[in-house]
T-cell receptor, first 114, second 115 residues
Framework: AQSVTQPDIHITVSEGASLELRCNYS??????LFWYVQSPGQGLQLLLK??????LVQGIKGFEAEFKRSQSSFNLRKPSVHWSDAAEYFC????????????FGDGTTLTVKP | DAGVIQSPRHEVTEMGQEVTLRCKPI?????LFWYRQTMMRGLELLIY????????DSGMPEDRFSAKMPNASFSTLKIQPSEPRDSAVYFC?????????????FGPGTRLTVL
């Protein structure tokens, strides 16, 4: 079974600064990887996903993530954070093929300082 | 499409009462998930269905919790009797199929408060 770890429970960055949220997964083969965002009072929304091919994937709202097989990581990045990016971010991993559902990490809460 | 629809959006009830949460998945989606989110425990998967059949209910905390999916367009999560520790936001999500590469689409959630 797959698992996912988000080492940082809470991160604070200044508006305009760069951001990197960490995600590590455990899965025997190449997994499917996702980042979701949850704005306050709302449900989760997909930011981006990785299935195969180019290891750097672009998502909505200016976010990108890089798949590194050697490190079992799929870190989320943004070059310049906006106050509206304050939210909770979830990494998820799905098994290959039609083997079942994706598993979510515990989430990282992002606070943006003015 | 209207997305995943959940009702009610807010529910306040007293301990011991029955609570029923409702979910309408996106039309054409074959898989449905119920999650619970609290500050203490984060996002927890309670149960999920595929083609209206429950696949895994190991996340359901107690026998007080039950879920049904009588047809492809409707699911309920029932708590009977409710307790204050059940207070949480309950999310329903749906996906096209039960597969690792499928995105889950989340509803807005039902905020449940049990007094």
């Amino acid at each position: 079974a797959q698992s996912v770890t988000q080492p940082d429970i809470h991160i604070t960055v200044s508006e305009g600064a760069s951001l990197e949220l960490r995600c590590n997964y455990s899965y025997g083969a190449t997994p499917y990887l996702f980042w979701y965002v949850q704005s306050p009072g709302q449900g989760l929304q997909l930011l981006l996903k990785y299935f195969s091919g180019d290891t750097l994937v672009q998502g909505i709202k200016g976010f990108e993530a890089e798949f590194k097989r050697s490190q079992s990581s799929f870190n989320l990045r943004k070059p310049s954070v906006h106050w509206s990016d304050a939210a909770e971010y979830f990494c998820a991993v799905g098994p290959g093929g039609n083997a079942g559902k994706s598993t979510f990490g515990d989430g990282t809460t992002l606070t943006v300082k003015p | 499409d209207a997305g995943v629809i959940q009702s009610p959006r807010h529910e306040v009830t007293e301990m011991g009462q029955e609570v029923t949460l409702r979910c309408k998945p996106i039309s054409g989606h074959n898989s449905l998930f119920w999650y619970r989110q609290t500050m203490m425990r984060g996002l927890e998967l309670l149960i999920y269905f595929n083609n209206n059949v429950p696949i895994d209910d190991s996340g359901m905390p107690e026998d007080r919790f039950s879920a049904k999916m009588p047809n492809a367009s409707f699911s309920t999560l029932k708590i009977q009797p409710s307790e204050p520790r059940d207070s949480a936001v309950y999310f329903c999500a749906s996906s096209l199929r039960l597969a690792g590469d499928d995105e889950q689409f989340f509803g807005p959630g039902t905020r449940l408060t049990v007094l």
